[in-house]
């Protein structure tokens, strides 16, 4: 098992420019999560999204939308960047049960000039 | 709101000595507790969990957290640490009894010295 895997790992980008992170997980978990990590202030939950289907806004979703594909994947799309939206990029996921943990892929780390 | 607050930002310790990361939480209901940990460059590991029954909770790498009530209080200890313990640790908190949405602490980062 590969656990949680995001793409890329690391990128560039204009103010304006978009793109679109990935998040795939082969443990057949229903719920996928994204946040993001700034120095000083922890990991803040973007979007998450209980199950294939659905969505929900997470604590700071401004600035994001997100896909859940399938089952597996679940996307981050940024679709006018900006430097405010430089952070590291973490994908989580978890089977359904209210007590599970969630299990958090390598990251992405995004720059915006 | 709910809030975590991880008061120390840095904790330098030395090999082979004993090590509390503080974690307080703030909450009017019942709450789950996790610490995780984030060596360089990688995403998050859990370290720890407290969801019901004994209060003294622990890892298999050796450290412990105990939950505490009264003091709203979620403290990580380890007796004896080692060089590869040096890391971010994070507390976090789920709203209510709902781990779709977790609050982290702004993190504590653990340097051990030989």
């Known amino acids: 098992n590969a656990g949680v895997t995001q793409t890329p790992k690391f990128q560039v980008l204009k103010t304006g420019q978009s793109m679109t992170l990935q998040c795939a997980q082969d443990?057949?978990?229903?719920?996928m999560y994204w946040y993001r990590q700034d120095p000083g202030m922890g990991l803040r939950l973007i979007y998450y999204?209980?199950?294939?289907?659905?969505?929900d806004k997470g604590e700071v979703p401004n600035g994001y939308n997100v896909s859940r594909l399938n089952k597996r994947e679940f996307s981050l799309r940024l679709e006018s960047a900006a430097p405010s939206q430089t952070s590291v990029y973490f994908c989580?996921?978890?089977?359904?049960?209210?007590?599970?943990?969630?299990?958090f892929g390598p990251g992405t780390r995004l720059t915006v000039l | 709101a709910q809030s975590v607050t991880q008061l120390d930002s840095q904790v330098p310790v030395f090999e082979e000595a004993p090590v509390e990361l503080r974690c307080n939480y703030s909450?009017?209901?019942?709450?789950?507790l996790f610490w995780y940990v984030q060596y360089p460059n990688q995403g998050l590991q859990l370290l720890l969990k407290?969801?019901?029954?004994?209060?003294l909770v622990e890892s298999i790498n050796g450290f412990e957290a105990e939950f505490n009530k009264s003091q709203t209080s979620f403290h990580l200890r380890k007796p004896s640490v080692h060089i590869s313990d040096t890391a971010e640790y994070f507390c976090?908190?789920?709203?209510?009894?709902?781990?779709?949405?977790?609050?982290f602490g702004t993190g504590t980062r653990l340097q051990v010295f030989p």
């Open positions: 989580a996921s978890k089977v359904v049960q209210l007590t599970d943990t969630q299990y």
């Open positions: 443990m057949n978990h229903n719920s």
């Open positions: 999204s209980a199950s294939e289907g659905t969505t």
């Open positions: 909450s009017s209901v019942s709450v789950y």
């Open positions: 407290y969801l019901s029954g004994s209060t």
């Open positions: 976090a908190v789920t709203q209510g009894r709902n781990t779709d949405k977790l609050i």
